[in-house]
């Protein structure tokens, strides 16, 4: 199948609308003949890293490309970036504000669940924006039969 | 079993359209904490929270959850009655509370 390729913004704070990427990437996985399992798995890790993108930092964007071997995204926002990325993936730590958790975030299982679910993960952070890698290998016994 | 088999007691009232309610169930998942939501239920479970949020409905479609359950009266707002209805997730609400709720699902025959 060809290659699907997209970028879209994450604006800060924009909370009603988290989630769009994920359902739209749902879509076309479901689409491409992928199996539940594995688009609940990728679906789970975009919407994980779309929220803190939206909770945590001044902004950004995410692109993807998803071919018939792999699915590859990676997250970009503007900063204010992670003080220590050992003690964001500790499950349960969590520096999220009041708007994250009167909105039902902010338990500190984001980043755990997408290491969970993703093949492959790089975080890299500083003051000037984060940069989240993933990315998922797609084999045979991932298409429905 | 399905939603609208669950409707069938007086505990629960359906506030959506009537959209989504021949879904069936699976099991039962209590959180209100939506990335454990996210990690942990599964497809086809019945989500009990009190978290009313837009959100809450974004994360029952992803993972297409069978149906979402406010428990202690929750009044839910219109803007999310509306996103179900959209999204053909069946919203019901009910007076126990999520512990009364989980006991009498289990008590109606739906397990995990």
Known sequence: ?145 | MKVKNILESEHFQLISDNLGIENEVNGIFSCDLLSHVMGFANEKNILITVLNNINVLGVASLLDLSCVIFSHNIQVNESIISKANDLDIPLIRTKLSTSETVISLYQSGVNN
């Open chain 1, 1 to 145: 199948m060809e290659t699907y390729s997209k970028v879209y913004n994450i604006e800060k704070h924009d909370i009603s609308n988290a989630g769009t990427i994920a359902s739209l990437t749902k879509r076309e996985l479901k689409r491409r003949g992928l199996t539940r399992e594995f688009v609940k798995k990728v679906t789970i890790g975009l919407y994980e890293a779309e929220i803190n993108v939206v909770i945590h930092s001044y902004g950004g964007n995410v692109s993807l490309d998803i071919t018939d071997e792999y699915i590859e995204i990676i997250f970009k926002d503007t900063g204010p970036g992670i003080d220590s990325i050992d003690e964001a993936m500790t499950a349960g730590f969590s520096t999220a504000s009041s708007l994250a958790i009167e909105n039902g975030f902010g338990a500190g299982m984001g980043l755990p669940n997408i290491k969970a679910v993703s093949d492959e993960m790089l975080l890299t952070s500083s003051k000037e924006g984060t940069r989240l890698y993933l990315k998922f290998y797609i084999k045979s016994e991932n298409y429905e039969s």
